[in-house]
């Protein structure tokens, strides 16, 4: 990363652009991945509630498990999650699986 | 309108991912949550802290409102500033950006110790200022120095354990007597664990006219010492043996909201054992202190439903 010169920062050196630590990925922090296995998800949204880094994203569509159909879906965006494990402690249907990372 | 369900709970993200807050930091799932629910129009000014050196690590920020960092002591003043500027634009009408709330975001340390002159001034001049108070029990980010927020008996750096010392010598402040003291016309008690019920205070801290204090029980993963997965667990066993109980100073009436309002009846609450064994800054306890932690913890319910009953 190539800093800018005093000249060219802003006065008072803001920063000037809101939500920016996007640019820095957190997923090599973590050890453990969570996996939703959406066929035991009873959507209780707890997983979305408590995520710390707000890494688990609600999907609206029509989704179709077995004979139940439901209007929402929780997926793990895993560029930010730091795999703390607490959606995996909290899920009361034990749907989410820490899964070591291979590298 | 209060959510009633989590499925009425905002959905939009205000507090972006990728900053450095410890994974299964209690702070960032307080941070989360207040910032969804303020909405995009607050202005924020952040005390020094854990949530300010790991969300604006430059030239980067976590926050999507507009911000601004001051030092440990204060926070609440330079609030209060913004709060006045606000009005005084409102007045000659160049203030376009309609119904701003001024919000404080502040740890322990800059509440309890470092920065109380400054929360104590704008309580008294009553600015229309939202303070948030995430409270972690010690000054995490430097490396868990002891602050007034610590419960007596933990163990942190400053306040070591061994043969001449038990861990803090001294009881955790009543930050909530103290605000209530100012005669504030809202001020709540809240835990991460129970996310609906700590919307919900936010919301109605938002909405109220005049200063408005919430205090926000954020467990911290290293300075406690437990497993990175239990962060909420330890939140909700705070409230479930009494140790942290929750409720809403509203308008001079005390009200305990559930589930700490069955907690009156000692029976009700779950043992205190079950919160202290899951912290390693508790394994040092000794029978005769886990009943001293349990007699002061009686007297502070006797005294919670006293002013309940005296208020309502």
């Known amino acids: 990363m190539t800093l800018p010169g005093a000249s060219q920062l ?42 710390p880094e707000g890494t688990i ?26 795999g703390c494990g607490i959606c995996a402690n909290e899920c009361p249907t034990r749907a989410i699986e820490m899964v070591p990372e291979v590298v | 309108m209060r959510f009633k ?32 629910v303020l909405g995009p129009n607050a202005i924020v000014a952040n005390a020094t802290g854990c949530v300010e050196v790991t969300t604006t ?20 003043a330079v609030a209060s500033g913004i709060e006045a500027a606000v009005k005084a634009l ?50 995490m980010n430097t490396g868990i120095q002891r602050s007034g927020s610590t419960p007596k008996f933990a163990w942190t750096t400053t306040t070591p354990v061994g043969a001449a010392a038990r861990g803090k010598v001294q009881w955790k402040k009543d930050i909530m007597g103290i605000v209530m003291a100012h005669r504030v016309p809202y001020a709540a008690t809240a835990s991460i664990s129970h996310v609906l019920d700590l919307a919900n205070k936010v919301k109605t801290a938002a909405e109220v006219r005049g200063p408005t204090f919430l205090h926000i029980f954020a467990p911290c993963v290293p300075g406690w010492r437990y497993p990175e997965n239990k962060t909420v667990e330890v939140a909700r066993l705070a409230v479930e043996t009494g140790y942290f109980p929750l409720y809403e100073w509203d308008h001079g009436k005390l009200r305990l909201n559930p589930p700490s309002n069955n907690h009156l009846d000692k029976s009700k609450r779950r043992p205190l054992r079950e919160f202290l064994n899951v912290q390693g800054r508790f394994n040092h306890l ?3 202190e886990v009943a001293e932690l349990e007699r002061e913890l009686d007297s502070y319910w006797q005294y919670l439903s006293k002013l309940a009953s005296i208020s309502s």
């Open chain 2, 286 to 288: 000794t029978e005769e």
């Open chain 2, 57 to 76: 690590p430059y030239p980067e920020t976590a926050w999507m409102h507009p911000y601004i960092h001051v030092a440990f002591e204060n926070a609440a």
């Open chain 1, 57 to 82: 994203v609600e999907l609206r569509g029509v989704f179709q498990i077995g004979g139940r159909k439901y209007d929402v879906k929780y997926e793990v965006v895993y560029d930010y999650c730091k």
């Open chain 2, 90 to 139: 409102r007045r000659k009408g160049r203030w376009t950006a309609g119904d701003t709330k001024v919000v404080v975001i502040a740890g322990d340390g800059g509440t309890y110790d470092i920065g109380l002159q400054s929360l104590s001034g704008m309580l008294e001049r009553r600015h229309d200022v939202l303070y948030i108070l995430y409270d972690n029990e010690a000054y």
């Open chain 2, 5 to 36: 369900t989590l499925r009425d709970l905002p959905r939009e993200e205000l507090f972006a991912p990728g900053h450095r807050m410890c994974a299964g930091c209690g702070a960032a799932i307080a941070m989360r949550w207040v910032t969804k």
């Open chain 1, 10 to 51: 802003p006065i008072g050196a803001v920063v000037t652009e809101p939500g920016s630590t996007r640019r820095n990925t957190t997923a090599g922090w973590r050890a453990y991945k969570p996996v939703i296995h959406d066929d035991r998800c009873v959507r209780c949204q707890l997983c979305w509630l408590y995520c």
